[in-house]
């Protein structure tokens, strides 16, 4: 049995891995601030895991809970791109001074691997598609700016102090869970909320820009196979699914399986947003023996099911 520890573990993606460590029968600690995460996440198992509220902006604070630690599985983070270039200071600290803690505070306390949520947003509009690690990065937001020095963080640990790690670049994660309560909440949770309200859901642009949706268990599948296999250390590697949707079809769809008509409403286009989003997952398959066994689809039908239930309650 090892001992995993994931910061951010209340959020979105980070309450789903801990969930599937306890099912595999491992250890948990949990740090999380709960500034975006949601204790009622963790409910169910909460006497099973090592909790500590905590935030990764303070050194001295998070260091115990690195000892002893095999594994880290870091997703603390201001998540959102709006958020960052309304608010840059904020992203900064937590995005880069907070994973600049985490990398000192695994390597002081010889964490075996660090694995870090890095994001597709660090391509920006690069022209081609699908977006292949090898590309030049182009962040358009401090988001994305400071998802990308992570990864060189990441990077400058393994080869300066030898401590293992993993960027995984995730592509638009969607699931249970994803909060719709705020303006900087994922597309898929905000449509869906609107579409279960019965309210006229959100575009920002024409409708015509692609994502790779990734459903979340595609996510946790990648980040857990990252902690152990051999062939990632140092590598920046792209999570999705290969396969990308406009925002025009994502509506039609959650049309389809809610029995509706719903015409969006379209917006000027945002800053700091990208147009399309597409992962070439070869690197993904040959180092993570990776296979996305969800498709969009199947993702979405599961999401409206979870966000049914949950707004009725």
Same mark, same amino acid.
């Given at each position: 049995?090892?001992?995993?520890?994931?910061?951010?573990?209340?959020?979105?993606?980070?309450?789903? %891995?801990?969930?599937?460590?306890?099912?595999?029968?491992?250890?948990?600690?949990? %740090?999380?601030?709960?500034?975006?995460?949601?204790?009622?996440?963790?409910?169910?198992? $909460?006497? $099973?895991?090592?909790?500590?509220?905590?935030?990764?902006?303070?050194?001295?604070?998070?260091?115990?809970?690195?000892?002893?630690?095999?594994?880290?599985?870091?997703?603390?983070?201001?998540?959102?791109?709006? $958020?960052?270039?309304?608010?840059? *200071?904020?992203?900064?600290?937590?995005?880069?001074?907070?994973?600049?803690?985490?990398?000192?505070?695994?390597?002081?306390?010889?964490?075996?691997?660090?694995?870090?949520?890095?994001?597709?947003?660090?391509?920006? =509009?690069?022209?081609?598609?699908? $977006?292949?690690?090898?590309?030049?990065?182009?962040?358009?937001?401090?988001?994305?700016?400071?998802?990308?020095?992570?990864?060189?963080?990441?990077?400058?640990?393994?080869?300066?102090?030898?401590?293992?790690?993993?960027?995984?670049?995730?592509?638009?994660?969607?699931?249970?869970?994803?909060?719709?309560?705020?303006?900087?909440?994922?597309?898929?949770?905000?449509?869906?909320?609107?579409?279960?309200?019965?309210?006229?859901?959100?575009?920002?642009?024409?409708?015509?820009?692609?994502? =790779?949706?990734?459903?979340?268990?595609?996510?946790? =599948?990648?980040? *857990?196979?990252?902690?152990?296999?051999?062939?990632?250390?140092?590598?920046?590697?792209?999570?999705?699914?290969?396969?990308?949707?406009?925002?025009?079809?994502?509506?039609?769809?959650?049309?389809?399986?809610?029995?509706?008509?719903?015409?969006?409403?379209?917006?000027?286009?945002?800053?700091?947003?990208?147009?399309?989003?597409?992962?070439?997952?070869?690197?993904?398959?040959?180092?993570?023996?990776?296979?996305?066994?969800?498709?969009?689809?199947?993702?979405?039908?599961?999401?409206?099911?979870?966000?049914?239930?949950?707004?009725?309650?």
């Amino acid at each position: 049995m090892a001992l995993y520890l994931v910061t951010g573990g209340a959020g979105f993606i980070g309450s789903h %891995i801990v969930d599937e460590l306890l099912r595999r029968g491992e250890s948990v600690r949990v %740090i999380d601030n709960l500034s975006t995460g949601h204790a009622e996440n963790l409910a169910a198992v $909460r006497q $099973r895991i090592d909790w500590h509220e905590n935030d990764i902006r303070d050194l001295d604070v998070i260091r115990p809970w690195f000892e002893g630690v095999n594994y880290v599985i870091h997703l603390a983070a201001i998540p959102s791109v709006p $958020r960052s270039i309304e608010d840059p *200071l904020t992203s900064n600290a937590v995005n880069i001074d907070g994973t600049l803690n985490v990398l000192v505070a695994a390597r002081d306390a010889s964490v075996k691997r660090v694995v870090f949520s890095a994001s597709s947003a660090a391509y920006g =509009d690069h022209p081609e598609l699908p $977006r292949v690690e090898s590309q030049e990065p182009r962040p358009l937001s401090p988001y994305a700016l400071a998802k990308l020095a992570g990864e060189y963080y990441c990077q400058i640990f393994t080869r300066v102090y030898g401590l293992e790690t993993v960027a995984l670049r995730y592509f638009n994660i969607f699931g249970p869970r994803q909060s719709p309560d705020s303006a900087y909440s994922g597309v898929l949770s905000l449509f869906i909320a609107a579409f279960q309200r019965g309210e006229i859901p959100a575009i920002y642009g024409d409708g015509e820009q692609s994502r =790779d949706f990734t459903y979340v268990d595609n996510a946790v =599948d990648a980040t *857990l196979r990252a902690c152990t296999a051999a062939g990632p250390v140092g590598k920046v590697i792209n999570v999705g699914t290969g396969e990308r949707h406009t925002l025009n079809e994502t509506i039609s769809l959650l049309n389809d399986i809610f029995g509706r008509q719903v015409t969006p409403r379209y917006g000027a286009p945002r800053a700091g947003d990208v147009n399309h989003s597409h992962a070439n997952i070869a690197l993904a398959r040959e180092l993570l023996g990776y296979e996305p066994k969800i498709r969009f689809e199947e993702g979405l039908k599961k999401t409206v099911a979870w966000f049914r239930s949950t707004l009725a309650a």
